[in-house]
């Protein structure tokens, strides 16, 4: 799964979530997430700009498998998920092959659709406001331009490549 | 998870089933087994004598672990194993980590249950048949007397503490 991805600052999530709605945009949901951040037992991530986590939102858990960023003008990269029955027992699995949590990222997302870009508004513990805009599966140009046009038009300024775990770890 | 376990070789797996059955065991159900072992990206598992692998049993797919030998009279050791609700992503995830396919061991397994003991008849692709004999989270002592106990018993000679996958390198 390619995901296309712009992130851009903004103080003002409220705001910008009115102009959204004004636009057709449609509320999907609330959710809180936190992401635990694990560490390759031979590999620093940081370097490869890989990244591994478990996301826990609401009940599940997630493990997520994030590739170096392809596109020099987005945050374009492959992603991989699965499901996590028991998240208990996958964190001792990871911990026994030698991966290590190394910080978590705690959010409140809101999740709005507005036609094929998935708008992400996230209140992110630590740091300021952030809008995350994606599509998936698109060609990356395609994406890109697309996600690049509504930034502008939604007055987003300042595009924001580093992750928030980078964001955080920098602080 | 501690898994107390012993191993021998057996030719006659049939017997070994009537003898069993008129010993009161209870037949649980035949199972065939895909198990796929994978190497880590840093560490010689055949060296820190751990495993990993993902093993395909009917429609469901497991991960499982399995940490080193504790005991020398027997294949006591630590195993933690989670579901896997979408294979092909799990197994994506592992091989953008580093882990590769090195073999698969393909087996149909009988399993009984005598008492606290889980009996397996195994017959394993390449290799002869096996009985394995496992007992779970017993003080080590305790269930390894019972299991050689039991191997004495059932007549098993010899016991066998390669794994399957250590077998059929070997060949």
Known sequence: MLEIEIKSPCDDLEGMERKLLARGAELLGEVAQA???????????????????LRQEGDGVTLFYKGPKIDPQSKTREELSVDVPDPAAMKLILERLGFRPVAEVRKVRRNLGLGPVKVSLDRVAGLSGYVELEVQDLPVEEGRSMLLALMKELGLEGMERRSYLELLLEK
Chains 1, 2 share one sequence.
């Open 35 to 53: 992401d635990l951040y694990l560490s390759h037992p031979c590999r620093d991530f940081a370097r490869t700009d890989e990244a591994l986590r």
